[in-house]
């Protein structure tokens, strides 16, 4: 069983930036690969951006060079910065982790950008 804890939405201004953390339990994060999405009420779930356990990225159209996703293996933590936020980025955010054949996923963080 693997636990995710994200941290880090709130409330931004359009242009305004926020970085996402999600620490992971377990004692092969690094192999663990690594992902956001976003929901918002009413809509499906999205793919924002993930990143392997090599390290290789892959982004929405949406948020390309706006986010950046990145992955300390030695804090067991992914990370989601987001730069100049706009009000259609606003959703909860939830960190995914794929382990072999299982996922997981954190319980959400509301990221709202005000216009």
């Known amino acids: 069983q693997v636990q995710l804890v994200e941290s880090g939405g709130g409330l931004v201004q359009t242009g305004g930036s926020l970085r996402l953390s999600c620490v992971a339990s377990?004692?092969?994060?690094?192999?663990?690969?690594m992902g956001w999405y976003r929901q918002v009420l009413g809509k499906r779930r999205e793919l924002v951006a993930d990143?392997?356990?090599?390290?290789?990225?892959n982004y929405a159209d949406s948020v390309k060079g706006r986010f950046t996703i990145s992955r300390d293996n030695g804090k067991n933590t992914a990370y989601l910065q987001m730069n100049d936020l706009k009000p259609e980025d606003t959703a909860v955010y939830y960190c995914?982790?794929?382990?072999?054949?299982?996922?997981?996923w954190g319980q959400g963080t509301q990221v709202t950008v005000s216009s």
């Open positions: 995914r982790a794929v382990v072999g054949l299982r996922d997981y």
């Open positions: 377990g004692s092969i994060f690094s192999r663990y690969q």
């Open positions: 990143i392997a356990s090599g390290g290789s990225t």
